[in-house]
């Protein structure tokens, strides 16, 4: 489904202004059933303004939000929320299955509390104090705390900053688990590769705006730079200055070079180096997507 008329949350024609600096600068963005929404933007770009306004946490200067059809004022629609924000503060004396149980009675159908326990991956901190928990552990107790209500609409803005690789896919395994049993999600993150592993749908924000939309392939398909990886003895200082290179690294024997004209960089370095192999040529991903779409010649041409 398309549409606002279809979306669970949205922002029409949105301004936010704080003072002189604009934070928001007409912004239309919305959230569709059954979809992980992933928005992206650097520092400043608006992503956690826009996520305050869809959850009624601040007004807009001008322009329409709506959560569930409704005001986010309106307790009954942010009771179909689920939210983890960056910056949470909880009472430290509670243990964890006390702070679950809390939250999940401000909700009409939440999780039990061993369901929740088992989908956060949770269960062995249960009955320790939250004063007590690592920066990381204290992250997935937010998490389970934002899904335990049995949320239609989750918000997730940088989940999993500070957790280790099992922790992290851990957390990923469950949001898929949330999209495929019908919630909509949306994810702020600084992690490129996960927005590209979960997303269903990329919105690329920068200075209030939105600068690029679709899915995941087609914001790949914006960028026309591409991706040569090789074993080669050419010089990585002579390759960067190549005037077809935009960026060259070397790691672990092999180059990786980004440019705008892979077939004439192809070229020389067979001429340079004709014992040059596993050579392998692909489009650029999502992280150099991000990239060209939040520069600023893209956003003065936007």
Not at 220 to 229: G, N
Request: proline share 4%; glycine share 8%.
């Amino acid at each position: 489904m398309t549409g606002t008329e279809a979306a669970l949350a949205s922002l029409r024609g949105v301004h936010k202004r704080y003072g002189e600096i604009v934070a928001l600068n007409g912004l239309d963005l919305e959230v569709r059933p059954g979809e992980l929404l992933s928005v992206l933007g650097p520092n400043g770009a608006g992503k956690t303004t826009a996520i305050a306004l869809m959850l009624g946490l601040q007004l807009p200067t001008a322009g329409e939000v709506r959560l569930f059809g409704r005001s986010p004022q309106d307790l009954a629609a942010r009771r179909g929320v689920g939210v983890m924000m960056q910056e949470v503060m909880l009472p430290d004396a509670l243990r964890v299955h006390d702070l679950i149980s809390m939250t999940s009675a401000y909700y009409p159908e939440p999780l039990t509390l061993a369901e929740t326990l088992a989908l956060s991956g949770v269960e062995k901190l249960a009955k320790r104090p939250y004063a007590k928990l690592s920066g990381g552990q204290k992250r997935q107790v937010q998490f389970a705390l934002a899904i335990c209500g049995r949320p239609k609409l989750l918000f997730l803005d940088e989940p999993t900053t500070g957790l280790d690789i099992n922790a992290r896919e851990t957390m990923w395994a469950a949001v898929r688990g949330l999209v495929k049993a019908g919630a909509s999600i949306v994810l702020t993150t600084h992690y490129i590769e996960e927005a590209e592993a979960l997303a269903d749908r990329v919105v690329v924000m920068a200075k209030g705006r939105q600068v690029a939309e679709g899915t995941v392939q087609e914001m790949r398909a914006l960028v026309v730079r591409k991706r040569v990886d090789c074993v080669t003895a050419v010089a990585l200082a002579a390759i960067q200055a190549w005037p077809e290179v935009s960026a060259a690294a070397q790691a672990a024997g092999r180059v990786s070079i980004t440019t705008t004209d892979a077939e004439a960089v192809v070229r020389k370095l067979l001429t340079a180096d004709p014992a040059l192999s596993e050579l392998e040529v692909r489009r650029a991903g999502l992280s150099e997507a991000f990239a060209e779409l939040t520069a600023e010649p893209s956003l003065e041409a936007a």
